[in-house]
């Protein structure tokens, strides 16, 4: 190993080493750090304010990463996820030491889950300062436990030029561990020792980079390519399917590629297979053939009669398990019933545990394959896809029929006029709880280009708005960030990432005083327990959050009103804040009323 002196080492980086040796050392690793992650595609930085980050807060200003700068951690972390998902590419936040690196755990959980590619940059103290009572200084080793697909303790930086060198392998290798397969967060721990950069008349330019060619890094920096589907995995599925004429194909909520929803329909048409294709599937949506297409299945599903009557022999699912809780129960039913999934990482995502088969491949090239292989000799059984259609359309005209009777701004009906307000190629961001649930239920399938992102890894209710203006960075799309009320209170203070004017959405607040979502479950009919605990009315007024953060907030007060200043926000591009006030009681009586009509409607046809 060469001998060479701080001087040296940071001289060769562009630092002229004036001042502190050990400032220069810091700010030549974080910038060969740096520059690593530009060269594997990042191009979007999240940096939290804070001392102990100096040098990669440096480093980054000094790169062509374009930066970010959210007020709090948590908001910047799940402000980062949503740019990540829109995106799709990695996307990086830092932070300085202590509790702050702390607060990126909630959104890490959610990137885990949700297969988000995440680069967690925590800034730390010295190995010498650990443990010692020293300011702070908390344990950041493995901090955010299973939730990372890596980790790396980085160590302070030491003037040695194969150490710099080291500092941006791991830059390249963050960028490939955060894709995976399965993508999701990695988290690499930085300890600086101070003085952490050096003063200003000491900064020379940054060192020209020596890296791959720019048609090789053009290559590398995209979404790495899964596997297409082995011959052997091919001949087994086609085996399996051909043998079963009652099937359904299942489409959770995931973002894949923009093909599959067109790839999965020709597999439908040449198997006669039904699709339950969950609201944030991307197949719900879309000029694709939609045929065989289902949304309803939720309400319908919870009939008896057709539960027991309409069993399938197999289940092929791609992407995540369903939103809908009616489907588990249903699919549970026959214990004789063949489970398959195609994942890329071969994992099991079936929370009802009747998986028997994963085959690992590109869900897109594999449903393509698997069509062709099936085409020819292909026997569809016209009657299975035929009762699903039949039930499909008897549940959709009982939802319509029933918007007659219930108010102008009954929380289901929201959703409908909400999608009709959305421009071609809108991106929806739609919370959890109860609003998922009510797009699922209410809002048909459309030939418009929409793309429905949600936080569906842990389902929380926490940072959806700071997750939407994530999404709002991504790009020119126009965004709609659709929340409950206690949501919306959760990630308030994510509302400060719109100031910069890069992050822009339309937001809606579905305010019905409290937890609407427990009204629908048996919690509900403990009266006083529930509204103490689970209800939990607050009575606030959101006008005044809105005008702290300066952003324009609106209170419609028809449905019409609501989808124009809606629709004429998305048309703009501008960030405001529509709120919607609606009655938890009457959305409860609303959905008992909704799925009592689609089972009735649905058992008169069978």
């Known amino acids: 190993m060469a001998d060479l002196s701080s001087k040296q080492v940071a001289e060769a980086a562009g630092v002229d080493t004036a001042g502190s040796a050990t400032a220069a050392t810091n700010l030549a690793w974080a910038d060969a750090f740096v520059a690593a992650l530009e060269d594997r595609g990042v191009r979007d930085a999240c940096v939290c304010s804070g001392s102990r980050s100096a040098p990669l807060v440096l480093a980054l200003h000094r790169s062509s990463i374009r930066t970010h700068v959210p007020l709090d951690e948590r908001a910047g972390a799940f402000f980062a996820l949503g740019l990540a998902k829109a995106s799709r590419r990695p996307v990086a936040i830092l932070t300085t030491s202590g509790t702050a690196a702390a607060n990126l755990h909630p959104a890490a959980v959610e990137a885990h889950h949700a297969r988000v590619p995440l680069i967690l940059l925590t800034a730390d103290r010295p190995p010498e300062l650990r443990d010692a009572g020293a300011s702070q200084t908390i344990d950041q080793i493995r901090m955010f436990g299973s939730a990372t697909r890596w980790f790396h303790e980085v160590g302070a930086p030491v003037a040695d030029p194969d150490l710099v060198r080291y500092a941006a392998a791991l830059g390249t290798r963050a960028v490939a561990e955060a894709w995976g397969p399965p993508a999701g967060p990695v988290h690499l721990n930085f300890a600086f020792r101070e003085p952490l950069v050096p003063e200003p008349e000491s900064l020379g330019p940054r060192a020209a980079r020596r890296g791959p060619s720019p048609a090789a890094l053009s290559e590398m920096a995209g979404e790495p390519a899964f596997p297409p589907p082995s011959a052997r995995d091919l001949a087994r599925a086609s085996g399996l399917l051909r043998q079963r004429r009652r099937g359904l194909i299942v489409c959770g909520p995931e973002d894949a590629s923009p093909d599959l929803p067109t790839a999965v329909a020709r597999l439908a048409a040449v198997t006669g297979y039904p699709i339950l294709a969950d609201p944030a599937s991307q197949v719900r949506y879309g000029p694709h053939d939609r045929t065989r297409v289902i ?215 579905v305010n019905n005083d409290g937890g609407g979502v427990f009204s629908l479950l048996p919690i509900a009919r403990h009266g006083e327990v529930f509204e103490r605990y689970f209800g939990t009315p607050h009575g606030l007024d959101f006008a005044p959050a809105a005008a702290l953060y300066g952003v324009p907030f609106a209170r419609p007060d028809s449905l019409a009103a609501l989808r124009a200043r809606a629709a004429a926000s998305l048309a703009g591009r501008t960030t405001e804040i529509l709120e919607v006030r609606t009655d938890r009681e009457e959305t409860q009586r609303l959905h008992r009323a909704v799925r009592a009509d689609v089972i009735h409607a649905v058992e008169e046809g069978l």
Do not use: M
């Not at 929340?483 to 308030?492: E, N, R």
């Open 295 to 509: 949304g309803t299945y939720d309400a319908f599903l919870r009939s008896p009669a057709f539960a027991a009557r309409e069993a399938p022999e197999v289940v092929i699912q791609f992407g995540p398990a369903l939103t809908s809780k009616s489907y588990h129960q249903y699919a549970a039913l026959d214990p004789e019933v063949l489970h398959l999934l195609v994942d890329p990482a071969r994992g099991w995502r079936s929370p009802s545990r009747r998986a028997q088969e994963v085959f690992a491949a590109d869900p897109t090239l594999f449903a393509a394959a698997l069509a062709e292989s099936l085409a020819k000799g292909a026997d569809p059984l016209p009657r299975w896809g035929e009762t699903f259609d039949l039930a499909e359309r008897a549940a959709r005209g009982a939802i319509d029929r029933r918007r007659a009777s219930v108010a102008d701004l009954a929380e289901g009906y929201l959703f409908p006029e909400l999608l009709d307000a959305c421009p071609d190629g809108t991106v929806i961001y739609i919370g959890n709880s109860l609003a998922i649930r009510n797009l699922d239920l209410f809002a048909p399938s459309s030939s418009k280009r929409l793309r429905i992102l949600a936080n569906r890894g842990a389902s929380g209710i926490d940072g959806v708005i700071s997750s939407g203006l994530g999404a709002g960075a991504a790009g020119e799309s126009p965004v709609l960030v659709v929340a409950g009320d206690l949501s919306f209170h959760h990630d308030l203070n994510g509302l400060a990432a719109a100031r910069e004017g890069i992050a822009r959405a339309t937001i809606i607040v």
